[in-house]
Structure formats: C-alpha cells, structure tokens
C-alpha cells in the first residue's frame, strides 16, 4: 500500500476550512434554488452541470458551467462532463501539500471546498419496473467518481449527498464566518462513501437478479438508516433498523400513523405477522379477511373468517395468554368493529394495508399502540433475497416462496381427507410455514386450535400444540377441545409415527406433511390404523 507524505498534516477534526467555491449537480432539485441562493448570499462561488445550472440561472443566482471550468462541453448524451482533472484536482488537491498546490497552479486548477451531488437515479428505475436498457443508462460514473474524490479529501472538502447535508453545511457555515468544520467534513465523507457503496450494492445485485446469479463471486449489500433503535433484543445491545430500498410491502415501508417509536423486537415480529397474513391474500381483492397474532416471531392464533372481527377474535381464541403484549396483522381493510376489540386486549403493533378513519380513531385513544399503514401486502411467490449473519460469514437464500398446488397433494392413506378437511390442511400448512421448525399446528374451521413451535423433537410440538388447546378451551369455557376434528401440519415429515399419533390423541382426523422419510411406510400404515386421512406435500419448510 502506498506510504502517507510524510509532509501531510495529519486531519484535525477541529480544523475549519473556508467554502469559497461549491460544485453543485443534482437529480432532487426540490431544495435546490433556497440553497444555492444561501450559499450564494455567504459569498461561495457556484459551479453546475445541465439541468442543475440552469434550474440556479433560472433563479437569477449567478452559476458557471461546469463546461467553461473544464474547457469540453457536455458530450455523449452527458455520459462525460465532470471527468476532468480540473474537476477531480480542485477536489482531490491537498491545500497544505506543496506538490498538489504547485501542481494546481501549474494548470490552472483551482480547489473546490464543496461538493453537492445526488446520484442519477438507478434504484429507482429499477424499482419503477425500467427495461435493461433505462437501468444502465441510469447508472452514474461521474457522480460517485466525485464524491470519492471529494470524500477521500475531506480534511479540506465537504461532500453532500443530499439535501439534509447542505442545510448543515449552511447552518455551520453562518456559525463559523464561512467555514466548515473537520468534524462535519469526516462526517459527510463517512455518509459520502456509504451512499456509493449501497448504490454500487443496488446496481451489483440488479445484475446479479438479471443473470439469475444465485452465488455472484461477491456478494454487496447496502441499506439506508430507517430508524435509530434504543436497543436491540435486549437492552445491553445496540441497533439500528435499515431499509434496503427494496418497494416490498411491510414494516420498513409502512407509515405509522400513533403510537411510540418501533422497537428491535416489534419490528421483528411485525414483518414476521405482515409476511404471514400475506399468505391468504388481500380481502380487498375479495379474498377472505384473515388475521394473524405472533409473539417472539411466532404465530399465537390465525384466522380466517367472512370479516374481521371474526377473524381476529378466532385467532384470539386460540392463545389469548400468549397474545397479551402481541402484534396483529390484517389482510384488509381495518374496520372500527374490529379497532374496538383490538384495544380490549394490549397490543403492542397493528398492522394493515389500509384502515377506515373510524378505526384509527379508536387506535388514537391508546397512545402507545403503534398502528402501521402498509398499502400493500408482500408477494408470498416473490422470490426475493434474506440474509442471515454467521460468525465470518453470510447466508443468503432466497426467500420461502413454496406453495403447494392441489394437484401436488398425494392422498397416501386409504380414507381421503372431505372437504372441509382438505380446506383446513390447506390452511394449516400456510401457518405452519410462518412457525419456528419443528412446528405443529393444528386448524379446525378455518382458525388455529393449538400451535407447537421451535422445539428440538416434533412430538414435542404435537404435544405443546394439544396442551394450547387444553388451555384455549378453559379460558373459553368451551365444552369441546378445538382440536377435535380438526387439521395437522407438520413443517417436516414425521421420522416416528409418534408425533402423528399424539396429534390424533388430541383430536386431529387429517394430517398434511412433507414425506420423504425413511419410515414414511410405517407412519401411513399407523395412520390407516388411526383411520386419519393424511396427505403429502413433497416440500418442507424448515424456518430456523
């Protein structure tokens, strides 16, 4: 690696500069004009690019081009027009170097003290759905090459990326008789280098989804700051939440309309709830309201129904000692009916595509319940990237997008599942999806009658499930167990008959799980035994 010069002045964080000249080239122009008359009014020379310049000119603030700094006009369609040495030497050029000041005065290059750059707009034409072509073309060179340059020399210059930075650079500006300090300058250059590398990460991966290129030799991955977060898991962690600029509805692109600031835990569970309630569809669209109810990333109770008050006192039913201090995901429409039972019960997070303003002024009266507004509802089929931290390492995997089409379901046992078996198999594998492996779950009517999840042996989790349902029943006052007659899904294939069994001791007449088991035989001869109906998948899903 290349030895410091020994001459350089090693960077001081209370070092102020002077900003006598800027570079300003910008695609977010909504702030524009009020900042370049403020710098313009503290005495800074303006220097622009195309539209930019003229947008300042248009204003009646005096401004150069860009072209009669570098001596070329803009050229191939603006591919080239800041690719200049009298542009990378003004930002580049140490002040206090006595080679880089001769050199500047040798060729005429004088120093700019800031840059303000917005990058051409490549996330967003990707997420807008942009041919290949647009995509390219909206991938910026001489953006990043600046703010590089700029960054890398920050002991004398400030870099702004966006319209938030300026204003700071101004406020110090007027406080400082025109100067900035080293501090904001190492702050800006840190912020600098993380915009190009997301937005590098963002075109990497465009590339990578385009090639269909599940293992790229390198993986980037690149996220802007959602929300500062008091803690993570627990209160001696530290955490951040980030959005990954992805349009995929859920938490990080919802607008909470009450309550206080989201917590590490709420988020997880909130994305966690909204992924699965996506899975019934969106009863906007005529497909039945469903409500889901997790704890610690589980599901405690789902239901569907013909409304949502149904729908969600069935899904309470299921677990309400589990639910208290919950979060709620609807598929829908949030009704007020259905805001007034919410708050009967504390509720940490709602979350909805959309809610009625009778319902969000239900929500209004509990000041601490957070109430998300998402729009929309994730694609279950999307097959999207997640990530997973390991010590040394990344594991990435596209997401669980499996569904199994009826005409998939093998019927391997000599009574079939009826209809309203089948119906709630169905939905018992949805749900069962979304619970930590090994999970049970078992439906009866449309609704969850007892849920095992994340235990080391899956006769456990039968068990676990059934035990809900015990309690279900005398917090209800019911005189028949949920469970009997109802549905079972297993994540995974039984390795024993056992945890089949225990599930038919709880009540359970059908069973749907994947096969594959080296004692599949012995576990459908058991079923036949039990007169269960069962059915096989071919396709698990493990959720560690």
Known sequence: MPSPNPDLKPFDPDRRRPVARALISVSDKSRLIDQAKALSDLGVELVSTGGTRRAIADAGIAVSDVADLTGFPEMMDGRVKTLHPMVHGGLLGERDLSSHVDAMSAHNIRPIDLLIVNLYLFEQAVAAGGDYETCVENIDIGGPAMIRAGAKNHAHVAVCVDADDVDAVIAEMRDNDGQTSGTLRQRLAHKSFARTAHYDAAISNYFAGVRGDMAPEYRAQGGSLRQSLRYGENPHQTAAFYSDGSDRPGVATADQLQGKALSYNNINDTDAAYELVAEFGDARSGRRPAVAIIKHANPCGVAVADNFISAYKNALACDPVSAFGGIVALNGLLDEDTAKEIVKVFTEVVIAPDATEAAIKVFAKKKNLRLLIAGDLPNPSDASLTYRNVAGGILVQDRDNGHVADGALKVVTKRAPNETEMADLKMAWRVAKHVKSNAIVYVKEGSTAGIGAGQM????????????????????????????????????????????LAAAAAGATAIIQPGGSIRDDEVIAAADEAGLAMVFTGMRHFRH
């Open 457 to 500: 042996s899956r006769l456990d989790s039968a068990r676990i499930a059934a035990r809900k349902a015990e309690d279900a029943k005398e917090a209800a006052g019911w005189d028949e167990l949920r469970t009997q007659g109802c549905a079972c899904a297993s994540d995974a294939f039984f390795p024993f008959a056992d945890g089949m």
